[in-house]
């Protein structure tokens, strides 16, 4: 059988002009900072994936409202080879309870000014362009 793609999911949260972010322990990206997320588990839904990856990652509780973007992470090893795929899923989650604390395979977790993101931290590929797009569409929502 040949490798296939790993799915897996964002869960991208914003509250008052900011997105909740963590800085991540493991490969791919280690120590860049992304939206909290990781591999769906067989039988789980996307949406349910958002929400238990939140929770392990940061211990907020959010409710996942829905899909907004799909990104792929291709990654290559010193030779070119790829070596990973993976389609990350990024689902809209309403904030609920909880201020991040990292914990999983998190180094860190806090909540991050949209505007600053970019000047402020290390991201890994599309986190900024992912975060405006979700705080456009709240923004929409919200009206």
């Given at each position: 059988?040949?490798?296939?793609?790993?799915?897996?999911?964002?869960?991208?949260?914003?509250?008052?002009?900011?997105?909740?972010?963590?800085?991540?322990?493991?490969?791919?990206?280690?120590?860049?900072?992304?939206?909290?997320?990781?591999?769906?588990?067989f039988?789980?839904?996307?949406?349910?994936?958002?929400?238990?990856?939140?929770?392990?990652?940061?211990?907020?509780?959010?409710?996942?409202?829905?899909?907004?973007?799909?990104?792929?992470?291709?990654?290559?090893?010193?030779?070119?080879?790829?070596?990973?795929?993976?389609?990350?899923?990024?689902?809209?989650?309403?904030?609920?309870?909880?201020?991040?604390?990292?914990?999983?395979?998190?180094?860190?977790?806090?909540?991050?000014?949209?505007?600053?993101?970019?000047a402020?931290?290390?991201?890994?590929?599309?986190?900024?362009?992912?975060?405006?797009?979700?705080?456009?569409?709240?923004?929409?929502?919200?009206?």
């Open positions: 059988m040949s490798p296939r793609p790993i799915v897996a999911v964002l869960a991208v949260v914003i509250r008052d002009g900011q997105a909740l972010l963590v800085r991540r322990a493991n490969p791919p990206d280690a120590g860049l900072w992304g939206f909290p997320g990781g591999k769906i588990e039988g789980e839904t996307f949406l349910s994936a958002a929400e238990r990856e939140l929770r392990e990652e940061t211990g907020v509780r959010a409710e996942a409202t829905h899909v907004f973007n799909a990104v792929d992470v291709l990654a290559h090893d010193a030779d070119g080879k790829l070596e990973h795929h993976f389609v990350l899923i990024a689902v809209e989650c309403r904030w609920l309870a909880g201020e991040p604390s990292a914990a999983d395979d998190a180094l860190d977790a806090r909540w991050v000014d949209l505007d600053r993101m970019e402020d931290l290390s991201l890994s590929r599309d986190v900024a362009r992912v975060a405006r797009q979700a705080a456009e569409l709240r923004h929409f929502h919200l009206r």
